[in-house]
Structures are given as C-alpha cells and as structure tokens.
C-alpha cells in the first residue's frame, strides 16, 4: 500500500479536473490562454478527496465509510457540479438512507454513469502493482453510488490501469489496454477497450470519435478513451491537453487521465499547480 502514490495521484486527479472544467466554452490552445487562476476543481475531485481519506483511516474501501464521507462532503459543498442523480443520491444518504437499497434503485437498475471512474485512480495507486486488489477494490468504491455493472466496470478499469501503468514503461499502448481488459468483467466498457487498440497514438481524435470522449456521461462512453490516451501518451501536459481538444465531458476525461499518469511521471507542472485552487486537509 503507497499513500505517496495515492496522494500524488489525487493531486494529478485534481490537477485535470479543474484544467478540464476550463475548455467548457473555451477555444485555447496554448497555456498562455488560459484563465489566470484560481482554476476551480468539481466534483469529481470533491469524490477523490472522500476515496483517499477512507484509504488512509481503513487501508481499505469501507463502503460505509465511503458513503457517508460522500454525503457529508455534498451537504457541506453540493455547488460543486454534482449531477441530478448524484445529489438526490447523497441527500438521501444523508438523511439516512441506505446506499445498499438507494443505489441500485438509481434509474430503475443503479447508475452506469461515469462518476465511479473519475474517482477511481488514487485507489490503484493505493494499491500500486496489484492490479486483482485495485481492481476488487474499485468495484466496491463504485457500488457505494453506481451499482450498475458498467459504472463498476468503469471504476475497475480505471484503479487497475493507475495501479499499473508506472510499471509498464517498456509496454506498447495495445498490450497495456489488453492487459486492464482482462480485469475488467465482461461489458461494454470492457469492450470498447479491447477497441480501442486499434487506433493510433497520433491520432486522438479518432479514437474519440470511435469509442466516445463522454458526451454520453456513461462509463462506457468515457473510460476507454481515457484509458487509450494514458496508454499512448506518457508525459503529463500533452495528454491532458489532447484530452480537453477532444471535447465531451472534459473535467472527468482529464480527471481520470491526469489520475492515472500522475505516477508514472517524473513530476506534474508546476506552472499549472500554481493555479489550481488548492485542495483541503483531509
């Protein structure tokens, strides 16, 4: 277990996060048009922040635990860009409800939205270099609020490539995305990373195109993207800035990407960590 690589991965989590809530509107292109700062992080980071305190107090996911934190979190801030089924979700929990009967309940068979995943990556790094832990692991972080096997799915895929990528320097990009999909149960997310081998690494925006960049908000829709380009591109900036150029739902894409490379680069930049509002003490 590494909190190091946990909380690294949470700063690269956050990090994409608000830089991918700019391009909403935005046309920039170079680091030199983008709003000045503070870039404000959503809720995908506001998820990430509950993950990592309940690694850090049970070294584990305690479903209990993770639920409560989340709606604690939402009461405190639910201005933070949480979707209609999300903040119903967590009001509900915490007023009391119970997330084993809520979650399932959501839409009629559980959520197979993308909020499981962009959360996901501080619990790979977590349990960096055991992909069968990351991913038994992230299955049980999604089922607190997506308890649809796709949103499971999605944060499956997601912990298992954060807790493996830093170790797969010498891994060509097809055999990376192979190696996440065998973790991975038998879905559409599963399916569309075994796809996703086909496109190349110069060409982003035909993989989104193909596979989906999130328009959908559906964790098929967003995770295997997010995986190809963390396979194909390893330094930090470019990824997340051929994330954000590709559109769709641009704050998860580049929360999840900068999540899982943010141990397997030397360091984040600093000249973006400078703008990002900061995150609080847990």
Not at 57 to 65: C, E, K, L, N
Not at 107 to 135: C, K, T
Not at 240 to 265: F, H, K, P, R, Y
């Amino acid at each position: 277990m590494s909190r190091e690589a946990a909380l690294r991965s949470l700063e690269g989590l956050a990090l994409g996060d608000a830089f991918g809530e700019l391009f909403f509107g935005s046309t920039a292109r170079t680091f030199e048009d983008l709003e000045p700062g503070p870039w404000r992080w959503t809720d995908d980071t506001h998820m990430a922040l509950s993950i990592v305190e309940v690694l850090e107090r049970y070294g584990a996911i305690d479903q209990d635990a993770l639920a409560q934190a989340f709606a604690r979190r939402f009461a405190a801030e639910p201005y933070r860009g949480y979707a209609g089924g999300a903040a119903r979700l967590l009001r509900d929990i915490g007023g009391g409800g119970d997330w084993r009967t809520l979650a399932p309940a959501l839409f009629g068979s559980g959520s197979y939205g993308n909020g499981g995943a962009m959360r996901a990556a501080p619990i790979g790094a977590w349990f960096e270099g055991d992909a069968a832990r990351a991913a038994q692991e992230g299955a049980l972080s999604a089922q607190v609020t997506h308890a649809h096997r796709e949103g499971e799915a999605g944060a499956i895929a997601v912990a298992v490539a954060a807790a493996t990528l830093p170790s797969m320097e010498l891994v060509s990009a097809p055999d990376a995305l192979e190696a996440w999909a065998a973790h991975v149960p038998p879905t559409l997310v599963r399916e569309r990373i075994l796809e996703a081998r086909a496109y190349p690494a110069h060409d982003p925006k035909r993989a989104a195109q193909a596979i989906g960049s999130g328009f959908e908000i559906s964790a098929q829709d967003t995770v295997p993207y997010c995986l190809w380009m963390a396979a194909n591109c390893r330094d930090y900036e470019t990824a997340l800035w051929c994330t954000a150029w590709t559109s769709g739902d641009i704050d998860t894409t580049c929360a999840i990407v900068g999540g899982i490379l943010a141990n397997a680069v030397d360091s984040l930049p600093a000249h973006w960590l400078a703008r990002r509002e900061p995150l609080p003490a847990r």
